[in-house]
């Protein structure tokens, strides 16, 4: 497994920014599929944004397409998820996670596939 630690999130006004770090030790970094989570009150963990293991190809959930991007630094051992043009329905909390692949421009969607989970960083949009 991949041990992972995120941080960056906060109390913001809508339309601000955050991005959102996450740390990762322990398994090869560079050999997983790295993706953000978010999980309202109340609600399911969904996906956000999803990152291949060689950076080139992302995903976005529809309600974050435009505003939000994903990246990673494989020689920092690092993931980040820079929020724009944040709304009230942004608020959440946010969690970063690895899924070992096998194959540099894999994808990975289903929640049951990804073994390695950070503890969360809160996110709270409101004016």
């Known amino acids: 497994q991949v041990q992972l630690v995120e941080s960056g999130g906060g109390l913001v006004q809508p339309g601000a920014s955050l991005k959102l770090s996450c740390a990762a030790s322990g398994r090869t970094f560079s050999n997983s599929a790295m993706a953000w989570f978010r999980q309202a009150p109340g609600k399911e963990r969904d996906i956000v944004a999803v990152?291949?293991?060689?950076?080139?190809?992302?995903y976005y959930v529809d309600s974050v397409s435009g505003r939000f991007t994903i990246s990673r630094d494989n020689a920092k051992n690092t993931v980040w998820l820079q929020m724009n043009s944040l709304k009230p329905e942004d608020t959440a909390v946010y969690y970063c996670?690895?899924?070992?692949?096998?194959?540099?421009?894999?994808?990975?969607?289903?929640?049951?596939?990804?073994?390695?989970w950070g503890q969360g960083t809160q996110v709270t949009v409101s004016s």
């Open positions: 990152i291949s293991r060689n950076g080139v190809n992302t």
């Open positions: 996670a690895a899924n070992r692949v096998y194959g540099d421009y894999t994808l990975t969607f289903r929640i049951a596939e990804y073994d390695s």
